[in-house]
Every structure is written in structure tokens, then in C-alpha cells.
């Protein structure tokens, strides 16, 4: 007994007509009776009883007939479900964006890509650079927008298409105490309530080996969260200092106050950022259509100016 059995079996207990039912499912009709008499045969059962007015089903039918409809109902859902899954698989592009990234950029870019391939998914993935290269070498997302400080120079495994440079600078609103100074030292930071985008306690930890390999005392207030828009906030609001990538700093903060970057020789990192995929991926014209509507977005808002 199989599904195509149980979906002839239903037709007819449905239809009560052999004639009928074979109309319904596409059968001749001497299929139709061919593949009732096997069920029964195989089952060892009577289901219909055949008369003039047309075949009723009998107490094993009435009973099969309540197993037969869930059966075949979760066939039926089970083959949509995977062909989904089949469909989405084939046109869904998935892209980690690092979280410094303003959620705006994404949003546009998403935009432009829908206007072309409507009916293509998007799965997006906000993370820390460092965490994008491990899901992307382990084919987890397509594309990966981040920071190359972090992906090792020994990986041929991975395409980098370079975007822009940038270089990691201390960040400040108006409303800070020390906004204006002409050049904060790392003593005057060192008083300073920070916050870092990052829930890692490594973060305190590199902080700590800056200062103290200049022989200052560390900052002993640092706020840390996973949270991009409450960081800004914060710096926005005057309470805390930064140490951001000025470039995606100003495509994430789109408030009206202002902000001085200061550069602090401790603290230089030059920093490249790139699409990156993985060499053997097949890239599909969706695929190219999204980063190059992605790439557009992230340079008209930033710019190509490499600030070094």
C-alpha cells in the first residue's frame, strides 16, 4: 500500500462512482478498479460494497478512510514544505554585514536588489568581522562585508574585493567633557568612561595592555554591549568615548549632534574593508546583482576617499 493507492482509495470512497472518480484523479476506469481490487487484495479486506447505486464503503473502509485523509494530508504538506525549501535554497543570497554597518545602508540596498528580483529571499546576518569569517568559511553566508584586519592573510580559500580603508580613531559628541580639547593623552582618556561594542572580555583586556604599556593606569569604567545604536547613543549623550572606524561610525550615527574623531598614536589600526566570498561558490546573476547593489549603497554614503 502506498499514497498513490490511499489517493485512489479516497476518490472513490468520495465519489462513490468508479467512473467518477477515475474523472477526478485522471485514471481510466479500469485502473482505477485495478489498483482498489490490489488495496484489497494486499489488505486482505473488504472496503466498498458495490451495488446499483454505487460503491459504499464498508467498516474497514469507513476505518482506512480516517487514516487514509491524514496520511495523505501530511504527504501533501510534506512536499510543500520541501519544495520550499528546494526553492528557497536556490534563490535565497545570504550576506553577513559587520554590525558597525548602518542598518539604513542594508535597508537600501535591499530595496534596489528587490526592485530587480522580487521574488529572490534575503537572509542578512549582523556580526563582528571575526565571527563573519568563520561563518562564511563554513558556507553558513555567501558574501561577507568586514573588516580584513581580521581575516588572516593564509586563507586562499577566501575572494576580497576591496572596498575602502579607514583608521580606528577615539570618538566623542559635543556634549562630552573633553570635546574640543586640541589632543587628549592617553591620561586624559584614562579618566574617561568608555564603551565597547563588544560583549568579549578581551576587549578590557586590550584596553588595559594599551595604557599600561605607556605606563598609564587603565580606564577602570567600560560599558560593553552587543548593541550598535545603544553605543551611539551613549557617545552621542556625552557619557562615554569610543574607538570606532570613523567611516561606518558616520553611515550608523544619523543624529544631528556632532562628533570630534581624534587620532591616538597608541591606538592606530589601519583597517581595510571588503565583500569577501568564498573562491569555489558558484555566483549566480542574483548573487552579483545583490553585492553590486550593496557595494553602490555602502560607497555613495561613504565615499571611496581612503582616510589612512
Not at 472496503?47 to 464503503?57: C, D, H, N, Q
Amino acid at each position: 500500500m502506498d499514497v498513490r493507492q490511499l489517493k485512489h482509495f479516497l476518490a472513490l470512497a468520495e465519489a462513490k462512482q468508479f467512473y467518477k472518480a477515475a474523472d477526478r484523479i485522471g485514471l481510466t476506469q479500469s485502473a482505477l478498479t485495478q489498483s482498489i481490487s490490489k488495496l484489497e487484495k494486499e489488505l486482505g479486506l473488504r472496503l466498498f460494497v458495490r451495488s446499483k447505486a454505487g460503491s459504499v464503503l464498508t467498516d474497514h473502509g469507513h476505518r482506512l478512510y480516517g487514516h487514509a485523509k491524514v496520511i495523505t494530508g501530511q504527504f501533501e504538506a510534506a512536499k510543500i514544505e520541501l519544495k520550499a525549501r528546494a526553492r528557497n535554497s536556490g534563490s535565497e543570497i545570504r550576506v553577513g554585514i559587520v554590525r558597525s554597518l548602518g542598518n539604513e545602508l542594508v535597508i537600501e540596498a535591499i530595496s534596489r536588489f528587490k526592485s530587480a528580483y522580487a521574488d529572490f529571499n534575503v537572509k542578512i546576518v549582523k556580526e563582528w568581522s571575526a565571527d563573519l569569517v568563520t561563518l562564511l568559511a563554513e558556507g553558513k553566508i555567501d558574501y561577507a562585508f568586514l573588516s580584513d584586519h581580521f581575516l588572516p592573510a593564509d586563507t586562499p580559500e577566501i575572494l576580497r574585493e576591496p572596498l575602502f580603508k579607514d583608521r580606528v580613531q577615539i570618538v566623542l559628541s559635543d556634549k562630552h567633557e573633553l570635546y574640543g580639547h586640541p589632543g587628549p593623552t592617553l591620561e586624559d582618556l584614562s579618566k574617561q568612561q568608555w564603551v565597547a561594542v563588544s560583549v568579549s572580555p578581551d576587549w578590557p583586556e586590550y584596553l588595559a595592555r594599551v595604557f599600561t604599556s605607556a605606563d598609564v593606569s587603565p580606564p577602570h569604567h567600560i560599558i560593553r554591549t552587543n548593541s550598535m545604536s545603544l553605543a551611539m547613543s551613549l557617545i552621542n549623550g556625552g557619557q562615554v568615548i569610543g574607538l570606532v572606524s570613523p567611516k561606518l561610525f558616520q553611515s550608523s550615527n544619523r543624529t544631528s549632534g556632532s562628533v570630534a574623531y581624534y587620532t591616538i598614536p597608541e591606538f592606530q589600526q589601519k583597517r581595510q574593508f571588503s565583500i569577501c566570498r568564498r573562491v569555489r561558490m558558484v555566483v549566480r546573476p542574483y548573487h552579483e546583482r545583490f553585492i553590486s547593489d550593496l557595494k553602490t549603497t555602502i560607497l555613495e554614503r561613504i565615499g571611496t576617499t581612503d582616510q589612512i
